[in-house]
Nanobody, 128 residues
Framework: QVQLVESGGASVQAGGSLTLSCGVYGYSYSRYCVAWFRQAPGKEREGVATIDSDGTTTYAGSVKGRFTISQDNPKNTLYLQMNGLKPEDTAMYYC??????????????????????WGQGTQVTVSS
């Protein structure tokens, strides 16, 4: 059973930075696709960034150039470095995993329906 535990959410000023972490337990996560999603109140869950077993990344257009997804394989930890934060980045952030698909992300890596394991989320609030 795969378990995902996010941490690092906080309240920050616009223009600030945060790094989110996601501990992956129960599976060697480096062998499959993992991702970050976010959901703001009243909005649908949206994909933020993904990384697969060979390090290939995908980013949503709204965060490209500002956010960086990375992984520490020995620590089984996924990260999301967020720079230049904007009020519209305010949301609950979730990490997700798709071990059944194998080492590579699907053709729709930012589609939440492609993932079957989710963490509980960590809140990021950006004030102007």
């Amino acid at each position: 059973q795969v378990q995902l535990v996010e941490s690092g959410g906080a309240s920050v000023q616009a223009g600030g930075s945060l790094t989110l972490s996601c501990g992956v337990y129960g599976y060697s996560y480096s062998r499959y696709c993992v991702a970050w999603f976010r959901q703001a109140p009243g909005k649908e869950r949206e994909g933020v960034a993904t990384i697969d077993s060979d390090g290939t990344t995908t980013y949503a257009g709204s965060v490209k150039g500002r956010f960086t997804i990375s992984q520490d394989n020995p620590k089984n930890t996924l990260y999301l470095q967020m720079n230049g934060l904007k009020p519209e980045d305010t949301a609950m952030y979730y990490c997700a995993a798709d071990p059944a698909r194998g080492p590579y992300c699907s053709s729709e890596p930012l589609n939440p329906n492609m993932y079957n394991y989710w963490g509980q989320g960590t809140q990021v609030t950006v004030s102007s």
